[in-house]
């Protein structure tokens, strides 16, 4: 399974930004498909997450500012961002794993957001 993630770029602190990932297959290891995030001298962290029946979860730093969403029909996942702070900044990628087993087995290739103050 191979993951295309696209969007980020530059917006300013407040700004919105959509960034979307597509699955090129869906499998039973891509049922929980998810967004981390990574800064530099920072470990990857967890950003959000959306099963394939739609139970969402989120890191308490975005919480209420970030919403995750798939699609299915398309195998693709989005995440939507609002309220954007400078400390959003960072490398985001898309991830694909499975549910049952809480493990993610695929990667896309990061996408950067830089968000200006």
């Known amino acids: 399974v191979q993951l295309q993630a696209c969007g980020g770029g530059l917006v300013q602190a407040g700004g919105s930004m959509r960034l979307s990932c597509a699955a090129s297959?869906?499998?039973?290891?891509?049922?929980?498909m998810a967004w981390f995030r990574q800064t530099p001298g920072k470990e990857r962290e967890f950003a959000a997450s959306i099963t394939s029946s739609g139970i969402t979860s989120y890191a308490d730093s975005v919480k209420g500012r970030i919403t995750i969403s798939r699609d299915n029909a398309k195998n693709t996942v989005n995440l939507q961002m609002n309220s954007l702070k400078p400390e959003d900044t960072a490398v985001y990628y898309c991830a694909a794993g499975n549910f049952a087993r809480k493990d993610y087995y695929y990667w896309g290739q990061g996408t950067l957001v830089t968000v200006s103050s």
């Open positions: 297959r869906r499998t039973w290891d891509t049922d929980l």
